[in-house]
Every structure is written in C-alpha cells, then in structure tokens.
C-alpha cells in the first residue's frame, strides 16, 4: 500500500528511488502553498508529471485546489479567472514544447490586464537545447517583455539545499506576480501581472517525495485597498474649476465613482468598469458627447482604467484643448490616446473647498440631457389597456379583456433583441453574482443601454480578444462560490475577527475577580467573544453568497465556438453555477459596423469577416454535458432568467443579424 502523503508513488519499483525532479516539486508547491496560493491548473504531459502528481497529492491532502484541463490555452484562461476573482495568482503547469506557447494568449491578457498569473513549465535539460531534441525548444524568453519576471531553473540533481532553492523561486514569483518587491512592498510599475518558472527537469522524472507538514494558516492574499487607490500623501491634487468630466474605463474599480461624487463632476462609466453606479452617472454617454454645449465644453478629463468600448472617448482624449489626466494605480503602460496625455498619477484627490461656480449646473445638465436620450431611446412602453374585470373580480366588458388578453399574449410572444437580452441579464445579476462578457457585439450594446447598477462585470478587455472567455469566466465562477468569495475577499472575515468590541457588553460583570486586573481580563475575554461572534456571522454571510451566487455569462455564438474546448470539465471536478447565454447571431455581426461592410463584395466579405455558422448548439452541449436551454421569444427568456442555476449551462438565445 502506497503512502498517501507521497508523490508518484503508484509503480512499487518507485519506492526505492528518488526523484529530484519530485523532490523539487513538492518544495515549490509546499512553498506555493504557505504563500496562500490556493489553486493550480495542470495540462497533462510526460515532463511535466513531477508537478502533477505532486499537485495531485496536495489536493488529495486537502491543501489545494487542483483544476485539470487537457488543452493549455483553457488551462490557461482558467488561471486567468481564477486570478481575476481572488486577486491572488493561480498556478498553470505545462509541459515542454508547444504546450507552454498555447498559454501565451493568457499571459498577454494577464499582462496588459494586470491579472496575477504563475506559469510552471516543465523543460528539458538545457545540454538537450538546439541539437533537435524531441519536443524542446528555446522556452526561456518565449513570452518575450510580457512576464514580470522569469527564471531559467537548471534541473535539480537532490544536492543539499534544492528544497529551500525551490521555496525561494516561489516566493520571488508571488512577490513579482503581486506586484510586490521583495520587501514586499507594492510596486506600481510594472505591478501585478504573469510570471514564468521554466524548469528544467530529467530523469527520472517522478517517484516517491512524501509531502511537508502543512505551515499552518496560509499568507492572506495581498490585495489593494477597497478603491485600488494609493495612500492620501502619494496622490495627486485636483484642482476645481475646469469643466471636468470622469472616465471609467475597465478595471477602473469604484476608485472612479468616488471621484466623480466627491468633485461634483459628471461620471462616464463603461460596463465592466466596476464604477458603474451612483448619483453622478451618465446614462447614454455616448449621445451626450455629442450634445451642444456638453461633450464639446469638456476642458478636462479623469481617466482610470481601461476605456475600450466606444470611438468617442479616444477622440475627446486627442482634441485640441482637452486636458487629460490619466490615473492608474500600476500597470506597464498609460492610456494616452494620440500620446495626447500630459499628466499621469498613480491615484488622485480632489482639493479641499467648495464647488467653483457653475459645477452643480455644469453636472446637472450631463445627468438631465441623460436620462432624456436614455428615455427617449427606450422601447415605447405598451398603451395601458383595461383588463374588462370590476373590482369583484367578474368580466363585465368582454371586448376590453380580450384586447388585454392579446395585448399581453403579444407581449409574451416578443421575439428577443440585443437590447432586451443585455437588459434582462442586467437585471437577473445580483450583487452576490458575477456577470461575464465577450468581446464582440453584445458587450457594446449592453455598454449603451443597461442602467447603473453595483454588479461584478468582467470583460478580457486587457487586449480584447474573444479567446478564452469561456475558461476565464469557469475561472472566475469557481472562485466566486468557494466560501470566502461572493462578496468581500477572505481579508473582511479577517477584518472582522481582528474588530475591537464594546467591553460594556451585557457579558461583562464588574464583581468576577478580585479588583482592577480582574476587571481589566474579564473585559478582555468579553471584547474577544463579541469579536469571534462577530467573524462567525461574517463567514456565515460570506458562505451564504458562495452558496447562492451564479456566474452569467453573455457572449456571441463565434465568441464560444473559438473556446468551445473549455467547455470540458475536469473528471471529477465541482461543477460550478454557470449559465453561458449565447446571442446567437450565426457569425461576426460585429463586423456588419466597420466602413468596409459598406464596399466590400458582400459574398467575400460573409466568408471571411461575418464566417457564418450553423453549428448546432443543444448537439454541442449534450456532448461536453452541460444542460440545454433555448428562448427565442420574451417570456421564454425571462423563464430561463428566474430559473435557479444548479449546474453548467447553455441558454441559446437566436438574435438576427
């Protein structure tokens, strides 16, 4: 009978040997571990099988999270996800070769995004390098500037000393995948982002390596403050006076709403910016740019985060007399559209003293013209129509209720459009719930009409591309319903053991003990009870939204056949709350919007920009097991929203073109 706290350990001639590459293994993830890493996603392969028999064995020990995928771009997007929701980076292993190239499009998200990301890539020795050595090819520098760091690692030999190596190659790549020095102090540039260990491993390649004593409770993730802003005495002063607008971009985190409400300035906020919300929004942002005396009086503008979705946003950055000031808490690169920015901070303030004359106006006009197009450009609601029924409850006008009858039958019958597939998955998101874009149509128009609202929308706007949403929102529901999720991070179950309590509670009682000493220690005990009564309702609540919170995804029929491969869950795996609603158009209706649909052939321009597909998706969900549902009509649609989500699921919604 095998140990079952060994690694590699299922061939009984294993017993008797060792494997440096094992060895190393399990000192990385012990490390990992200890540093409150939490999950790791493994792509299977032969070099890599140190690393994934020791994960394995980690898992079975109840240490960590083991995700498995076969395909190294979901494995991938799936540690993108995983790092987007908990703010702490997951770990991918692959295995040499291509294997290790397939992960490169989530490490360019990861590093444009800001996303913490591990790679641990098996290798080849490096004597095997350049002589045509099957399967290896040159990984160091594969992912050229995008990693924050990397590290060559030559294979271990089980020399003294591997072990506390290994460990120290995991806390440098935390540190870096953080954003963190290696004092551990935040560094805002290049900030957090993906890192790779290339490590180089032979054989034999696995065996028999009992895992470490667990090192008690793991580091907390280390995460930014609740605005993502930089402390008071770093951040740059804001001037009042100019007629200023706020921008929120992706990413921009409540940091910008913030702002905008403590200015008195109006809000622009996209909808995957987390800034979505508040008194000081803009509805219909893009019409309001374009009204008289608004968009072209704007003097200044304050832009956090990442704004992607509209034309009409980089072109007010590059006019001639707007100033721009850029903010961003870290990250490699600045949104400076036309290099026209002139002033970028790390977090900003506004200066202390009452609004300059004409501010309320300035913003009471955004919001009036706002909610005016917004209104103007919603659906005409139906004439009220009298149901034919008295108070009694009897018919007594036949006529008038068959015309509500077919009025509401009419209603019910309503073929769904964009515009009311975006506003009814809005409104099925609670705040508990994580909603997913795409990056093609549907997250435009979403972006035009749904309202404010404090939802936790993700988008992979870091380069925009539709690869890997399935995976990163599998990602982001797995570790949105692990218990400490759903809301606040784990750090606010910690916050609120750590809270101090009244001593003037009913529990304390001035006659326990003799004297002042015996007071002071039976008002202490108390303050610890109130304080350890407080974080249990705290983790109670905090598992109530695990337990209950879903994750929506809203994406185009091309945006999930190009990741339609993560759709395979690991054997054996949670099956998450997870409702992908595809908008299923029949191709790349995006395309329809660009100036060449205008000129080009239209047969050549369907063949190579719309692609149409006719790919049958209730066929596609029955192979990879997911749960079936399809509504093309209104009340279709608002069934298959109220319906609870209890596993993996496809809604297919048939738009037009």
Known sequence: ??????????????????????????????????????????????????????????????????????????????????????????????????????????????????????????????????????????????????????????????APGEAETAAELARLAV????????T????????????????????????VAALPPAAGEPMPPVSPGADGAAPSGQAGALARGPRTVVVAGAGAGPAAEALARAGGWPLIAEITSGARFGPNLVPAYREVLAEPGLGDAVERLIVFGHPTLSRELPALVQREGVETVVVAPSGVEWFNPGHRARRFERAVHVEPGAPAEGERAWLGRWLQTGRALAAASAPAEPDAVRTGVDETGHVTDFAAQRAFLDAQLGRMREPVGRRLLAESVWAASWPHDRLVLGASRLIRDADRVVPGRRIHAHANRGLSGIDGTVATALGIAIASQQPAAAGEPAEAVAEASSAPASAASDGFDPSAGDGLAAMLARAAEVEQQLAEAKAGRAAQEARARAESSVTRVLLGDLTLLHDVGSLLLGAGETRPRILVIVGNDGGGTIFDSLEVAASAPAEAFDRVQYTPQSVDLEALARAYGWRYRRAAVRSELEAALGEAVTEPTILEVPLNR
């Open 1 to 158: 009978m095998t140990d079952p706290g060994a690694v590699g350990a299922a061939p009984e001639a294993s017993e008797h040997r060792r494997s440096p590459a094992s060895e190393f293994a399990v000192a990385l993830l012990a490390e990992l571990e200890r540093l409150g890493v939490r999950d790791v996603v493994v792509a299977p392969g032969s070099r890599s099988q140190a690393l994934a028999l020791a994960a394995a064995e980690f898992e079975r020990a109840g240490r960590l999270r083991l995700h498995v995928r076969i395909d190294e771009r979901s494995a991938g997007f799936l540690a993108l996800g995983l790092g987007v929701e908990s703010g702490h980076p997951a770990a991918v292993v692959a295995t040499s070769g291509t294997a290790v190239a397939n992960l490169h499009p989530a490490v360019l998200e990861a590093h444009h995004a800001g996303v913490p990301l591990l790679v641990l890539a098996a290798d080849r020795p490096a004597e095997l390098r350049g002589i045509r050595s099957n399967q290896t090819t040159m990984q160091p520098g594969i992912f050229a500037g995008a990693v924050r760091l990397e590290r060559d690692v030559s294979a271990p030999e089980g």
């Open 175 to 182: 540190a870096a995948a953080e954003g963190r020095d290696g």
């Open 184 to 207: 551990g102090e935040s560094v805002p540039h290049p900030g957090p982002g993906p890192v790779l260990l290339n490590l180089q491993l032979r054989e034999p390649l696995s065996a």
